[in-house]
Nanobody, 120 residues
Framework: QVQLVESGGALVTPGGSLRLSCAAS?????????SSWHMRWYRRAPGKERE???????????YYSNSALGRFSISRDNSRDTVFLQMTKLKPEDTAVYYC?????????WGRGIQVSVSS
């Protein structure tokens, strides 16, 4: 059974930093190990639609939304089957539940999400 488990969420003050982690397991049953999967972070703010935040491909190319560019950094450690989202200069509008997503061709897996709150 493939699982994605997010961690690292917290309440932080504006301007602060956080690093989210997403630990993956069970990918061996899919026939493709973790390193073969593209990974994304999404978020859903209160009362808003889910939005894409950042991606890292299997070849480690990275992409960012306009809101994340210059402040967030996505990375992966294939030896630990984990993807990270380093967030800096956090703003109140970054408050959301953050979700980890793994995708390959037409197959997607989702984590349950982790709360990040930015408030003074």
């Amino acid at each position: 059974q493939v699982q994605l488990v997010e961690s690292g969420g917290a309440l932080v003050t504006p301007g602060g930093s956080l690093r989210l982690s997403c630990a993956a397991s069970g990918f061996n049953i899919s026939g493709f190990n973790f390193s073969s999967w593209h990974m994304r972070w999404y978020r859903r703010a209160p009362g808003k639609e889910r939005e894409w935040v950042a991606s890292i491909t299997a070849s480690t190319a990275t992409y960012y939304s306009n809101s994340a560019l210059g402040r967030f950094s996505i990375s992966r450690d294939n030896s630990r089957d984990t993807v990270f989202l380093q967030m800096t200069k956090l703003k109140p509008e970054d408050t959301a539940v953050y979700y980890c997503n793994a995708y390959r061709q037409t197959t997607h897996y989702w984590g349950r999400g982790i709360q990040v709150s930015v408030s003074s």
